[in-house]
């Protein structure tokens, strides 16, 4: 491959106080890939998605997005290029209905330039836009969902929301921070599709995961982290196989059980 | 053994009005624009009926309080930021009116607006390096520049000093005096409902629900609290810049705590977040507290009864009691 990565990221380091979360971390994302990353509870995923978006200051190392460099940009201007995330515990705004959520982000300067998710550069009426994302993201347009109060909404919905809030920015990228957590097996089923849909219309993903069996049946290539390092990076399959990452991250036993489903 | 419970239900006309069917009756249409019209029109005709110079001046007060407590409800209750920062704005407007009116020798119908505009901005730039700051700690610094800027001009002594800048022109007739505060607030309140509902007013919204979604969604929320303290900050200047031509005298009284503290109380009385709430509150607490004044310092007493009594009883406060009444009726059902 050839072509120049869509995101570069250089030894990143990120320390709270005496603690390295994350140290010297380093990887190439392609554009259309999803790259799936996986590690035990405070291995730094999070820190990792927070310093790429902006959300964080780094302590060093450096973060290219097509080829320009990112390092130390404010949040808001990062999601302006295109960048966007969901966040691990949901961030909605409470007090408004579903559909209002959206209207949010398609007030932003970079929804306006682009026309929202699916726009020719041109945003319409901002409600009539957001429930045509929200119908998109899995909301049946017909039923009382969309227009109910965003705190009555069940966990489901409201990943679904967090992902739909970055749609309507017409993103290149989505960080996506656990979006199959906390869901039931058959609401994760019917997300598969969807991300294989975000993937198709040429969107990059980055997937942080604890299914690694949902992970793995999506995500081009998988990176594992433990205690804020880099453990391995490669194709899923390998990745499986490697000793260090079952050692590391499954435990030995159940890691068994878990490597012979998936 | 029989148990009720109490249910409550929207009132059918509630839901008829709630779009453009209002307007195909009379009944609906009326559901709609009494309750409006009754405080415009109230408002309007009270320079009419009250004949005493003493209580024309106290509705001109009361005027003068409500755009403070507009201004504190649309940034606390809409932008999330609590601000305490009353004083701060009645003064910088006041004494800008005053410097506009004594040193360049504009009138006053010209020098309350340019005051308006130009406190509003400096209001925003010196409160900028506060924005970052939520909750209580934004409140406790705006209380802190009141009183910095107070004692700036006394040690000083620029700006008059502690004797205040004297000599400024009044309203050309009490008609004007009366009036131009009345309708300043009637607009501002009309003009702020619409605005906080418009798709601007939801980011407003969405920066107090959740700022950390907000800029991932490519927003600076700086940017828009900037402008939230711009709109509120203009609406205290305003007030500062009218309440300096109608005493015709500029002091550091400007920066006294109660333009901070009334607001807050006019707030919780009249409905946190409903606008028309606060309004109300001061068209209540500010004629109390004159009425109180025969009672010397006891006045304090019954003052703070009373907001106990509010507190304690319809804590959530008029308008949204008055509303919830107007809007659904309840009855007992057995469960």
Partial sequence: MNKEPILQVRDVTKAFGGILALNRVSFDLYEGDILGIIGPNGSGKTTLVNSITGFIKLTSGKVMFRGKDITGRPAHKIADMGITRTFQIMRPYYSMLAYKNLVIPLFSPRAKRTGGWRGGGKLGDRDTVSIDILEEIGFERDSYVPYKLASTLPTGYLKRLELARCLALKPEMILCDEVFS??????????????????????????????????????????VLNFGEKLIEGLPEEVIADARVKEAYFGSEEAKEVMDHA | MEQ?????????????????????????LSYLTVPRLLLIIGMLILPLVVTSMYWQRVISIVCIYALLALSFDFLAHYTGLVSLGGAFFIGVGGYLTAIFNTTFGLPPLVSIPLATVFGAIICTVLLLPCLPLRGVYFAIVTLMYPLVFARIIEAMDILGGTDGIMGIDSFSNRWIEQYLVIIVVLLLLFGLRRLVNLDLGLIFRAVKDNDQAVRASG?????????????????????????????????????????????????????????????LGCLILVPISELLREFGTLRIVFYSIILVGFIVFRSEGIMVYGQRKYHQFERWIKV
């Fill in chain 1, 182 to 223: 906390g869901l039931s097996m058959s609401e994760i089923a019917s997300m598969i599709p969807l991300i294989e849909r975000l993937q198709m219309s040429g969107i990059t993903l980055i997937m942080i995961e604890h299914r690694l069996r949902e992970l793995f049946k999506v995500a081009n290539r998988v990176m």
């Fill in chain 2, 4 to 28: 009720r419970r109490k249910e409550r239900i929207d009132r059918g006309v509630k839901v008829r009005s709630d779009s453009i069917y209002a307007l195909m009756s009379w009944r609906e």
């Fill in chain 2, 219 to 279: 927003m600076s929320i700086t940017n828009y609290k900037a402008l939230a303290v711009l709109i509120a900050s203009g609406m205290g200047c305003l007030g500062g810049a009218c309440i300096v031509h109608i005493y015709m005298w500029t002091g550091l009284s400007l920066f006294a705590l109660d333009f901070s503290i009334l607001p807050i109380a006019a707030t919780v009385i009249g409905g946190a977040g409903t606008l028309v709430g606060p309004v």
